[in-house]
């Protein structure tokens, strides 16, 4: 599921300028506003319509918005808009592949599960290949099948429905995997072995894990991993800081390192909650195409009462971090000293708008993101001061897992001396590959203008 840097308020906002009542559902005869789209970046085959339920109406209001409201709407490449067999098929040819990869669609009552609710459907685990290919359990969901069968990060998955992981290609591990029921074979981390059965079911986000305030030479750090930006998970920042806070805590570790992104409203409150002394000033400057710069905004960070007040954070990263999570960083750089410790990030400095049609939530890339600096094309993803792979074979919070080992060292001003040293910490350097097969599996000035989302 694609998750967005994106929020419900901002359909009011447009309903208000577009003089329309909000919380009404836009509709529009395709007419001259379609028309005028098609003209500037070429959708042939465009018949007259209104945007109804039709498959032709869907498919309209789509190649609406991607001619307009899309930041790359100049960009878009000529499509046959008859001759496109659905609406998400649509969106996808007409999206700028060379830097979008994100713009998408999905049920609406799907999105707000997830984002508004904290809740999708799965088995509740994340998975990820150990330095020798082995398929292990990156983190768990508590309120998940996985949860509470009492799975934990490091298990190794050894075999599936009876059959050893080693005798399987990845389509046939995928296949099994993405079965209602599963068996697996679990490997512990002690070495002990025995089966759980797991079934598909409703799964209650957990958004902060392992949260703990770690004593070392320079004072005590607090620590938490941060999942995903969904509004269940606010609450859980907010207790969790408010124990930093407590205990004085003079430096932080935040692990985003399967963080996705999800909801900027909630990336404003981590911002907020890091850096108390920078309330009031943006966190991120959403910059949208010619055509509607005037719904450039400043999302300003806030006062929060958990917040606390340190001179130096360290970001742990993967390939998988990304969107809100990429923003938190390059935002918070104007205003305390920030480094990244892990793995280059995965590079998406850009967030999504979404619009209700017909049951379905529409998002496609309306706007960059800039820091108060001006700073902000990370396509190429942000890079670590500290190359460091993840550590699967340690629980979160643990100051002998790589990552985190490695950032308690920067935050006590031991700065990289080597790749290999500290890589070090998760094991030798020298490590054999996976399997291919295996490996595939798990795949300027400001306007003065208030912050929203």
Known sequence: MPIHAVDDRW?????????????????????????????????????ETSYDC?????????????????????????????????????????????????????????????????????????LGLDH??????????????????GLDRGALIVGVNG??????????????LAQDVVLHRIQELDGTEHDVELTQGDVEITSVKGATVLDTPNGPVGYLMFTTFVRPGEDELRQAFADFRAQGVQGLVIDLRYN????????????????????????????????????????????????????????????RTASASEQVINGLRPYVKVDVVGLKTLG????????????YSIAPITFHSLNAAGEGDF????????????????????????????ALRVLDGKLCESVQALRSWAGPVSTPEPEPELRRLPAGPLPDLPGWY
């Open 348 to 359: 998406k400095p850009v967030g999504a708008d979404s619009w209700e049609h017909c049951e």
């Open 163 to 176: 059959r050893a992981i080693t005798d399987m290609s990845s389509h046939e591990l995928g296949t099994e």
């Open 11 to 47: 359909l009011e906002m447009k309903q208000r300028a577009l003089g329309q009542q909000p919380g009404r559902r836009r509709h529009f005869s395709a007419g001259a506003a379609l028309a005028l789209a098609c003209a500037s970046s070429g959708c042939s085959g465009v018949a």
């Open 260 to 319: 996705g992104g999800g909801l900027l409203t909630t990336a404003a409150l981590l911002g907020s909650l890091i850096d108390a002394s920078a309330a009031g000033q943006p966190l991120i400057v959403e910059t949208y195409n010619e055509r509607h710069s005037d719904l450039n905004r400043r999302r300003l960070m806030y006062d929060a009462e958990e917040a606390v007040s340190v001179s130096h954070v360290v970001f742990l990263t993967t390939g």
């Open 379 to 406: 396509f190429e993803g942000i890079e670590p001061v500290c190359d460091v792979e993840d550590d699967l074979l340690h629980r979160l919070g643990d100051p002998e897992e790589a990552q985190l080992g490695a």
């Open 132 to 149: 020798q290919g082995g398929l292990r359990i990156s983190w768990v969901h508590e309120g998940s099948a996985a949860g509470r069968a």
């Open 54 to 126: 039709s498959l032709a109406g869907r498919k309209a209001f789509v190649a609406s918005i991607m001619t307009d409201y899309y930041l790359w709407y100049d960009r878009v490449p000529e499509v046959d808009y008859v001759a496109a067999e659905s609406p998400e098929e649509l969106m996808s040819q007409m999206s700028f592949r060379e830097l979008d990869h994100w713009s998408g669609m999905q049920r609406q009552a799907e999105r707000s599960a997830f984002f508004d609710q904290g809740r999708f459907q799965g088995f509740g685990y994340t």
